[in-house]
T-cell receptor
Framework: AQSVTQLGSHVSVSEGALVLLRCNYSSSVPPYLFWYVQYPNQGLQLLLK??????LVKGINGFEAEFKKSETSFHLTKPSAHMSDAAEYFC?????????????FGSGTRLQVQP | NAGVMQNPRHLVRRRGQEARLRCSPMKGHSHVYWYRQLPEEGLKFMVY????????ESGMPKERFSAEFPKEGPSILRIQQVVRGDSAAYFCASSPPIRTAHEQYFGPGTRLTVT
């Protein structure tokens, strides 16, 4: 069984400040990990993914995440927040083995960016 | 290259009516997934289909819900005798047939309101 915990349902930062959104996962097999962003009344857009290889993953819009197996974490960061980053962010996990492709999502973190 | 298409975008049904939600995957994608998002919650997996086959329906309610992905045409999520608790956003996602491609591309969703 898999699960995802996103610490902090709401995060507020100032424009230009560091963005840090936390994600911890639980998985009985090596995980594939994803971050998605959702703007109001829209679908989810893939920001970045980790499957194998380099543990620091770069995505779109200047976001990156680091897979830390020892901490079972996959935190999302961006050095400098922009007003357009205000949205809801979801961390998700799927199984790399066994063929089960369903994504298990965290409950989401709403990011506010203050001018 | 069109993305995942869902229609209708908004659907209003009275209690007891049937709701039919349609999803056309991205071109070249043969895997379709349905997720449900309740207000202020993350997405919950419902069902995973390939052409003419249900692969994983572990998240599907046992009664009133069914899904299909015929050889020709879109995938359909059908909810019979809707109740107020079915009000949610329903998202479809698709992925390519490559075994190692686990990322899923989401449509804009259908927002179902049951009155």
């Amino acid at each position: 069984a898999q699960s995802v915990t996103q610490l902090g349902s709401h995060v507020s930062v100032s424009e230009g400040a560091l963005v840090l959104l936390r994600c911890n996962y639980s998985s009985s097999v090596p995980p594939y990990l994803f971050w998605y962003v959702q703007y109001p009344n829209q679908g989810l857009q893939l920001l970045l993914k980790y499957t194998t290889g380099a543990t620091l993953v770069k995505g779109i819009n200047g976001f990156e995440a680091e897979f830390k197996k020892s901490e079972t974490s996959f935190h999302l960061t961006k050095p400098s927040a922009h007003m357009s980053d205000a949205a809801e962010y979801f961390c998700a996990v799927s199984e790399s083995e066994g063929g089960r492709r369903a994504l298990t999502f965290g409950s989401g973190t709403r990011l506010q960016v203050q001018p | 290259n069109a993305g995942v298409m869902q229609n209708p975008r908004h659907l209003v049904r009275r209690r007891g009516q049937e709701a039919r939600l349609r999803c056309s995957p991205m071109k070249g994608h043969s895997h379709v997934y349905w997720y449900r998002q309740l207000p202020e919650e993350g997405l919950k997996f419902m069902v995973y289909l390939q052409k003419e086959n249900i692969i994983d329906e572990s998240g599907m309610p046992k009664e009133r819900f069914s899904a299909e992905f015929p050889k020709e045409g879109p995938s359909i999520l059908r909810i019979q005798q809707v109740v107020r608790g079915d009000s949610a956003a329903y998202f479809c996602a698709s992925s390519p047939p490559i075994r190692t491609a686990h990322e899923q591309y989401f449509g804009p969703g259908t927002r179902l309101t049951v009155t």
